[in-house]
């Protein structure tokens, strides 16, 4: 669109410049036989000029103006001033506006064809130049996010050294937790096997008292009933006492030591209950 544009503008600069020159042509024909005629009358250093002139009045009866020619006398400075007025100056403004245009078409054509030789694999320059940018706009905010990345990355790894040395005081502390949970649960444990080894001690000792006490009854009531027998025993039956009876022999009775039992019924608290608390 912008060669396009351009393109335009040229074709109006070449218009404009052949309105220019159209124009001058113009100007010098209409002007070049007067001029000529003026020219011969400076030359020849006469002190008056006349020359027909026409000019426009107004005509009240059609309303319009009719042109009518008239001849006029002018002196040489008159002439002078005339030619100058009428002719060089507006000859002189009508060649500026030809440069102007021949200058302007100029450069507008130095500046496509230099715009054209720009042109990158079919694009015009700026939009080339547009692209560029934009693509560098991309890079610098590629830069720029990979250098927070970085930021963000070295903050990351700061915090996972963190995280890491956290995790390993807790695996210490777990495994102190986990120790002593260990030691508690064996502790628990053993205290369970000592109190049932403690409870079967009891019984054992309880047990072996009952029949301790039961058996020292026994054998102080057997005493009792040989105390109570006679003592009329021939002398010479005693040779005659079978072996397992001797114990029954009122002397060897009363010469064998008893536990003192006073009170078999109600089983009083030994020095072994006492210990055992039972």
């Known amino acids: 669109q912008t060669y396009e544009r351009a393109a335009r503008s040229i074709d109006t600069a070449r218009q404009d410049l052949e309105a220019a020159r159209?124009?001058?042509?113009?100007?010098?024909?209409?002007?070049?036989?007067?001029?000529?005629?003026?020219?011969?009358?400076?030359?020849?250093?006469?002190?008056?000029?006349?020359?027909?002139?026409?000019?426009e009045v107004?005509?009240?009866?059609?309303?319009?103006?009719?042109?009518?020619?008239e001849e006029t006398t002018l002196k040489r400075e008159q002439v002078v001033k005339m030619i100058k007025d009428d002719f060089e100056t507006p000859l002189a403004e009508k060649k500026e506006a030809l440069e102007r245009a021949e200058s302007g078409l100029a450069?507008?054509?130095?500046?496509?064809?230099?715009?054209?030789?720009?042109?990158i694999m079919g694009q015009p320059f700026k939009v080339f130049v547009k692209e560029f940018q934009r693509q560098a706009n991309?890079?610098?905010?590629?830069?720029?996010?990979?250098k927070q990345t970085?930021?963000?990355?070295?903050?990351?790894?700061?915090?996972?050294?963190?995280?890491?040395?956290?995790?390993?005081?807790?695996?210490?502390?777990?495994?102190?937790?986990?120790n002593r949970t260990v030691a508690a649960s064996v502790a628990k444990e053993a205290k369970v096997d000592m109190g049932e080894l403690m409870a079967k001690v009891r019984t054992a000792v309880r047990v072996t008292l009952d029949d301790i006490e039961v058996a020292g009854a026994m054998r102080y009531g057997d005493a009792v009933a040989k105390k109570a027998a006679p003592?009329?025993?021939?002398?010479?039956?005693?040779?005659?006492?079978?072996?397992?009876?001797?114990e029954n022999v009122p002397e060897q009775a009363a010469k064998k030591k008893m536990p003192k039992v006073t009170k078999v019924e109600g089983k009083p608290r030994s020095f072994f209950r006492k210990l055992f608390r039972i």
Not at 58 to 69: G, L, W
Not at 109 to 118: F, N, P, S, T
Not at 231 to 242: F, G, L, R
Request: glycine share 4%; hydrophobic share 30%.
């Open 150 to 178: 970085n930021s963000r990355k070295f903050e990351a790894q700061d915090q996972l050294k963190a995280a890491s040395a956290r995790l390993s005081m807790l695996e210490v502390e777990l495994g102190k937790l986990e």
């Open 22 to 55: 159209s124009d001058l042509k113009r100007f010098e024909d209409a002007h070049g036989p007067r001029i000529a005629k003026v020219q011969q009358f400076l030359d020849s250093g006469k002190g008056t000029l006349t020359i027909t002139v026409s000019r």
């Open 231 to 246: 003592k009329s025993t021939p002398v010479e039956d005693k040779e005659n006492i079978p072996v397992e009876d001797k």
């Open 107 to 119: 450069n507008k054509e130095q500046v496509l064809k230099e715009y054209a030789d720009k042109q």
């Open 138 to 146: 991309t890079l610098d905010e590629l830069e720029t996010k990979v």
């Open 58 to 69: 107004f005509n009240p009866d059609t309303k319009e103006n009719d042109r009518v020619r």
